[in-house]
């Protein structure tokens, strides 16, 4: 079981930027793939970006490639999205998730995050 907590969301002008964590615990949480993932309203839940274990490989959605940066800390526990260049089509709620499967480009997660909201104005 892996419990995950969002925090770093907010309001920030087009062409900002903003950090989002993700604090992950439990037995399991350091040798999870880690994944970010985004809704906007009346829009279907998107894959955002995911990072191995390791921390060695990531991959990103095309929509935020160069812009957006995902890391993990040395003990592998939290999970950062460094968001720059936004703009207003980034607004959604974004949320963490995790998984066992050291797959990062495709596959489901099992565990989710209650997200947070981020909010680009033009």
């Known amino acids: 079981q892996v419990q995950l907590v969002e925090s770093g969301g907010g309001l920030v002008q087009a062409g900002g930027s903003l950090r989002l964590s993700c604090a992950a615990s439990?037995?399991?949480?350091?040798?999870?793939?880690m994944g970010w993932f985004r809704q906007a309203p009346g829009k279907e839940r998107e894959f955002v970006a995911a990072?191995?274990?390791?921390?060695?490989?990531?991959f990103y959605a095309d929509s935020v490639k160069g812009r957006f940066t995902i890391s993990r800390d040395n003990a592998k526990t939290t999970v950062y999205l460094q968001m720059n260049s936004l703009r207003p089509e980034d607004t959604a709620v974004y949320y963490c998730?995790?998984?066992?499967?050291?797959?990062?480009?495709?596959?489901?997660?099992?565990?989710w995050g209650q997200g947070t909201q981020v909010t680009v104005s033009s």
């Open positions: 990072i191995h274990w390791s921390g060695a490989n990531t």
């Open positions: 439990g037995r399991t949480a350091s040798s999870s793939t």
């Open positions: 998730a995790a998984k066992s499967s050291p797959i990062i480009n495709w596959g489901q997660y099992d565990y």
